[in-house]
């Protein structure tokens, strides 16, 4: 079992959520919208006018009952990050390849596609690739691997305050491997016991992977 | 649609197929045992003692009712390729990369796990690695990936002459490749049209979008 099937999703409080930022939040220059409702995406988007770079993520609830919002949405953020099945639910295509174009076409800079197991895809102005999973033969719980992948690769990118083509496929990768991590455990229990080194060798690693 | 799904399997004359190779086929260097029963693979192999490379394919069918005879072919061929149901059913495990690793132990120097539009993964003495397919936004009919991505790296393989790892790891991005123009249209229509020039160019193209 290397991936996760959501059941049932009770928002209670979430749902009518409109967080208020504090000054030193609306400065920030990487800003990452997690999932929640679009409406709520925006309602933060505005109170951070200056952001070098805005990545949202979404779910397949907001496609079907917000799709308006989350089109609004679109319109205004550089970077989506979804899964391959919200991906084709929201361009209507099962051609993943294809959904990824269309939901570009919507009005991000860039869409990656998360694929699980399976790794994850780019579609940006001028260029598209695949990265596959990093292979762990040890899948405790998939749980949060989607998350930290965005984490990950937006946590990089800060790191490094770029957000070239260049800078986007090696976060891309870091992406990947921080949720390889958090694969091999349950909760954050893995990622709590890694540091830096870790991850470096493990991209490192991954990088010789994929070089023939 | 990028996946295909096997309804029946009649083998009719097929079955009981003893192949005579003639002088030629029986000095082949390069030798590939395609998907069929092992009893007939381990007639074939017998007939090539000289062979640089013996690779086979198997499918499920041959591992639910011949497994005993597939484990003595495991014993004598130096790859296995085959896809990721029939790992996990051969290896007992769900887990692709234990699977993999499973499969290899049994016999073989290196095993490759074929993941559909998922590409292919890799289980040698030394290293394990994945290779993502190529995303062709084209996808006409899956029918035959398997066995051109199986051929392209044979061919490869042979044209280099050479099985180390790194011309191992080369051929894996051929078949990768070949098997991407198969599925953009029915039967060998894609793969007739197309020339070297093609498949090395998609080639190139694909390593650049490895690299990091």
Redesign the interface.
């Known amino acids: ?2 991936d996760r099937e959501t059941l049932e999703v009770h928002l209670n409080v979430f749902g009518e959520f409109r967080p208020k930022l504090g000054a030193g939040h609306r400065q920030a220059k990487y800003l990452f919208l997690g999932n929640s409702s679009p409406v709520t995406q925006l309602s933060v988007l505005d109170q951070v006018p200056d952001a070098t770079l805005t990545v949202a993520d979404t779910m397949d609830l907001w496609i079907n009952i917000q799709r308006d919002e989350l089109q609004a949405l679109l319109k205004r953020i550089d970077g989506l990050v979804l899964n391959d099945s919200e991906a084709k639910l929201l361009a209507e295509d ?5 959904a990824g ?1 269309a939901v570009r076409a919507m009005g991000p800079k860039f869409v990656v596609i998360k ?1 699980g ?3 994850a ?1 780019f579609f940006g102005e001028n260029e ?10 040890r ?1 405790l719980d998939p749980t949060g691997a989607g998350d930290s992948f965005a984490g990950g690769m937006m946590g990089h990118l800060a790191a490094l305050d770029r957000c070239d083509p ?1 800078a986007l ?2 976060a ?2 870091y992406g990947v491997i921080t949720a390889s991590f958090t694969v091999e455990d349950f909760s954050l229990d893995r990622l709590a016991g890694i540091d830096r080194g870790d991850l470096d060798r493990r991209v490192a690693e991954y ?1 010789q ?4």
């Open positions: 079992m290397n099962e051609n993943l390849v294809r174009h694929k197991e399976h790794g895809m598209m690739y695949v990265m596959p999973a990093y292979p762990t033969p899948v260049q496929k090696e891309l990768a990088r992977m994929l070089t023939f």
